[in-house]
T-cell receptor, first 115, second 111 residues
Framework: SQQGEEDPQALSIQEGENATMNCSYK?????LQWYRQNSGRGLVHLIL?????REKHSGRLRVTLDTSKKSSSLLITASRAADTASYFC???????????????FGKGTKLSVIP | NAGVTQTPKFQVLKTGQSMTLQCAQD?????MYWYRQDPGMGLRLIYY???????DKGEVPNGYNVSRLNKREFSLRLESAAPSQTSVYFC??????????FGPGTRLTVL
């Protein structure tokens, strides 16, 4: 079952603008991750935020987490054409006793950055 | 380092045929995973292996089997392919149970 749900499903912006994507989830989590997928490629990890963190930065990426609202947002600042991709949030589902995370992915936000 | 590799990249099968999707990693991952991705959907977990010698079902295991051959290799087998198994299959691994590293995918069509 889908844990995370991204919003919007699709987003089109001009190069240089900021892009904001949101993710809502249903159950308590240990961490939330964001992944990027370029067309026809595998997913690439962008950033992980733990449940006890509220904000995290990595380069042009800013992620926030609100556990009381069960939501996260991903902000990409000063977007570039190369940022065109689908972005997925993924929440963990700890496999008890084995230390292996079962990630549950949302359906993704498709971002188009127009040059 | 090749990272996570998958073979084949593309495959077309007829209903009822069998095949094995191969996945290998050289990143010393303890855990490995098989997902499928259908249009407009996120990834859904088919099977995973928390460590060498163990495998467990994920969200959508029906119609699939897996083998964790050794620490490096994790294969996915379709014994009798069905059109509903047309999808893109991704293998992934993780070392520290935080970040998963994905292969490039296998695009499978079942006619």
């Amino acid at each position: 079952s889908q844990q995370g749900e991204e919003d919007p499903q699709a987003l089109s912006i001009q190069e240089g603008e900021n892009a904001t994507m949101n993710c809502s989830y249903k159950t308590s989590i240990n961490n939330l991750q964001w992944y990027r997928q370029n067309s026809g490629r595998g997913l690439v990890h962008l950033i992980l935020i733990r449940s006890n963190e509220r904000e995290k930065h990595s380069g042009r990426l800013r992620v926030t987490l609100d556990t009381s609202k069960k939501s996260s947002s991903l902000l990409i600042t000063a977007s570039r054409a190369a940022d065109t991709a689908s972005y997925f949030c993924a929440t963990d589902d700890m496999y008890s006793g084995a230390g292996s995370y079962q990630l549950t992915f949302g359906k993704g936000t498709k971002l188009s950055v127009i040059p | 380092n090749a990272g996570v590799t998958q073979t084949p990249k593309f495959q077309v099968l007829k209903t009822g045929q069998s095949m094995t999707l191969q996945c290998a990693q050289d990143m010393n991952h303890n855990s490995m995973y098989w997902y499928r991705q259908d249009p407009g959907m996120g990834l859904r977990l088919i099977y995973y292996s928390a460590s060498e010698g163990t495998t467990d079902k994920g969200e959508v295991p029906n119609g699939y089997n897996v083998s964790r051959l050794n620490k490096r290799e994790f294969s996915l087998r379709l014994e009798s392919a069905a059109p509903s198994q047309t999808s893109v299959y991704f293998c992934a691994g993780d070392r520290d149970a935080d970040t998963q590293y994905f292969g490039p995918g296998t695009r499978l069509t079942v006619l």
